[in-house]
């Protein structure tokens, strides 16, 4: 009851406060709205392939009898297509209370936002999925999964420019425990 209470009043201050917006802030809302889903189409100069690698640093939360372990990977990725990412990813994780480290060798496809809105502008969803190794003997299973983050850059520059982000992850396996990552992204965009 106390949820539908809570998104019923934030439904209707929202209402509210569109109804209240000048024609001229209607029509910016609504440019920036546009703009936040770009229109797909081909590369056409260097800085819009979004060339990048990275490191990425965070939790494993593995379902199950394992605790929470940290996460450390690199990842490397560019646009093709705008606003389309593809990338690949390894990451490697030794579960807690156990001997059993996992290495993950992920290709990912992604949705890249866009905009004025400034962490949505940076921000992206898509699909990861990839073989999953682990160590003694346990075999090699296979991971799918969705895929949320944003990269927030640390210069405003087109190209050679560092960023900080954070991603999630949830990864669905076959045979063994699917797991939750989360962590932190630091990446050198060409």
Known sequence: MFKTLVTL????????SYAQMSKAEKESAQSRLEGTLPTPGAVEDKSAY??????????????????????????VGFQPYVPFGLGSEITTT????????????LVRGTYNFGGDIPVLKSSYVGLVTG???QS????????????????????????????????????????????????L??????
């Open 131 to 133: 073989p999953m190794f």
């Open 185 to 190: 992204a630091l990446k050198y965009w060409y």
């Open 9 to 16: 009043a934030l439904l209707t201050s929202s209402v509210v």
């Open 136 to 183: 003694q003997n346990e075999g090699t299973e296979w991971s799918v999964g969705p895929v949320v983050g944003f990269d927030i850059p640390l210069q405003e520059k087109r190209s050679d420019f560092l960023s900080l982000g954070l991603s999630a992850k949830y990864l669905y396996t076959t045979n063994v425990q699917d797991a939750f990552s989360a962590g």
């Open 94 to 105: 030794e579960l807690d209370n156990t001997t059993i480290q996992r290495t993950n060798l």
């Open 50 to 75: 979004r060339i990048h690698m990275g490191l990425t640093a965070g939790v494993s939360n593995p379902n199950g009898d394992a605790k929470s372990s940290p996460e450390y990977g690199l990842n």
